[in-house]
């Protein structure tokens, strides 16, 4: 029961630590926070598939895309309001995850990351050939007009942090609650042994579904949010480097742990910002960091202080 | 009308790429009883497992469970009829703690009841006494205490068939006069297939006896009748 209240008590520390870093950073770092807190439900969206059911993705660009457009096009061209925007961007990444989840989950391992990516490559290339409503790889802009929520102005740095905060914590707690439900468990059981989960009673095809499920749209909650606090939507986004950064992120801080995105979503953002201060080879600095991680901490930032210090860490 | 038999097999056969593993298998078991079967290796028993449980689809034949056709049945739509399988080669879920492993075949069954599943994962594992380890991780316990943990699994699910392949093997003697124990203790309420090569576990356990040999029923009998069975000696033996 000590355990409970433990993570009770980080999880509550940590969306605690967000509200405060807004009053004690500067505007620029409030500015890096929120979009680093929309990044890390991406990368939150990733882990429940990567880390938590073992099922390695390449192609989650095309859920963050899917909920991207999903809201920008209804935005932009249907000239939709935010709310029902976003239930449109939900309802269409649920959609693609369901489809791909259909497809692409008949295959297993380096079949699966295949398969995937070859998706994610079909949705890059249908926002290319689309190209009078998605504008391609030059985008378009959600005018800062629309952008309002309940009279709030959502380009206000203020009321920005605080919208990525409210997605962030919701998804957050979403993902803390479902990791400690039977579904939960089971899902780490088909990362461990699937044929051993079945064996147990379990209907893992459906498991992994719900899961792939989930991950889409926690991914698509990403890119809409996005795009709706940073006015965006261009096709970069659905391009294969946004299918390997999650799992970067995922990689770096600490694969199947419910604070891992958080941790690796910040510490890759800033690794850009500060080397990018001093050097324009920052990518060279980025990539030594991650073989120095991967060497020494392999199960990542929050990996390794469960291992280390808090093996109840959830 | 109410079967008295709670498992039944009629001609399974299977065939591996020409080899054939299993010829006509007609079986009966009835409720509640503790049955070995036994056989020389290779006789094609975990074979015949198997496609009780839904691991190896049979070539033909069909398999009743409960009243029930379940020859086409998912693996995980068996084993939610009841059936509970522990596995020959020890598969338990390596990096989790003896607990979890237990108490994922548990709430299976009963879901968040956390007082009740927790309640559940304790005795199953207090009943192949291994209750004191159960937050150690899974993959660090000794070899012996892993097949015991693999029992507990099944346990925990409170099968109305249990199906243990070999459970005894790499168990040391005081462990395994605590399996016979644990075996006479479920005698009765739950109906128990036993794949065993210990002799002694199975003279003492078991009520009822199969011998298999190269995939075909060689004998059926009580333990006294099987001891006399000149083809059963031969088949364990040589003959000439």
């Not at chain 1, 689309?130 to 309002?148: H, L, N, S």
């Not at chain 1, 946004?242 to 890759?268: M, N």
Request: charged share 15%; aromatic share 10%; glycine share 10%.
């Amino acid at each position: 029961m000590r355990q409970n209240s433990n993570v009770v008590a980080l999880h509550a520390g940590i969306l605690a630590s967000l509200l405060i870093l807004f009053f004690i950073t500067s505007a620029y770092h409030n500015g890096n926070l929120a979009r680093i807190m929309v990044l890390a439900v991406f990368a939150m969206g990733y882990n429940f598939l990567f880390g938590y059911t073992g099922l390695l993705s390449l192609g989650h660009a095309l859920f963050f895309s899917a909920g991207m457009y999903g809201l920008g096009i209804s935005m932009h061209h249907l000239e939709l309001s935010v709310l029902p925007a976003f239930a449109v961007a939900l309802l269409f990444t649920a959609m693609v995850s369901a489809a791909i989840g259909f497809l692409a989950l008949r295959t297993t391992g380096v079949a699966f990351m295949i398969v995937t990516l070859m998706f994610a490559q079909a949705g890059y290339l249908t926002i290319l050939l689309f190209g009078k409503y998605t504008r391609g790889d030059e985008g378009f802009v959600i005018q800062q007009a629309e952008r309002t929520l309940f009279g709030l102005d959502l380009t206000d740095p203020s009321i920005r942090y605080f919208a990525a905060f409210a997605l962030f914590a919701a998804s957050y707690l979403f993902i803390a609650w479902a990791v400690r439900t039977s579904f939960g468990r089971c899902l780490v059981a088909i990362r461990e042994n699937e044929a051993r989960a079945r064996m147990l009673g379990y209907d893992t095809a459906r498991h992994k579904f719900l899961a792939l499920l989930a991950s889409g749209v926690l991914s698509g909650v990403s890119g809409a949010g996005y795009a709706l606090l940073f006015g965006y939507a261009g096709a970069t986004f659905a391009s294969v480097q946004y299918s390997i950064l999650p799992l970067l992120w995922v990689l770096l801080g600490g694969s199947g742990t419910t604070l891992g995105p958080l941790i690796g979503t910040a510490f890759a953002f800033y690794l850009v910002d500060i080397s990018s201060e001093f050097t324009s080879a920052y990518l060279l600095v980025v990539g030594a960091a991650i073989v120095f991680l991967t060497l020494f901490f392999p199960q990542g930032l929050a990996g390794e202080i469960r291992r280390r210090i808090a093996p109840w860490l959830p | 009308m109410a079967t008295l038999s709670l498992l039944t097999t009629r001609r399974v056969c299977k065939n591996f790429g020409g080899l054939d593993a299993l010829t006509d298998v007609d079986f009966e078991l009835p409720r509640g009883q503790v049955r070995a079967l036994i056989g020389p290796n290779g006789a094609g028993k975990s074979t015949f497992v198997g496609t009780i449980c839904g691991r190896i689809p049979p070539t033909s034949g069909e398999i009743v469970f409960d009243g029930q056709d379940i020859t086409h049945l998912a693996t995980h739509r068996r084993i939610c009829l009841g059936i509970a399988y522990t596995f020959q080669i020890t598969s338990v879920f390596s990096r989790l703690t003896a607990y979890e492993n237990v108490a994922l075949g548990v709430r299976r069954i009963h879901g968040s009841r956390w007082q009740k599943v927790h309640s559940l994962v304790m005795e199953a594992l207090d009943r192949v006494r291994i209750a004191d380890l159960a937050e150690q991780i899974a993959g660090d316990l000794s070899y012996g205490h892993q097949r015991l943990l693999e029992i507990a699994m099944g346990l925990g699910q409170s099968p109305e068939l249990f199906i243990l392949d070999e459970p005894t093997q790499g168990l040391a003697e005081g462990e395994i006069e605590g399996f016979k124990d644990l075996i006479r203790s479920l005698s009765g309420q739950t109906t128990i297939l036993l794949i065993e090569h210990n002799m002694n576990v199975v003279m003492e356990t078991a009520e009822f006896i199969t011998v298999l040999n190269a995939g075909r029923i060689l004998a059926e009998g009580t333990v006294d009748e099987m001891r006399h069975n000149q083809d059963v000696q031969a088949a364990y033996l040589g003959r000439d």
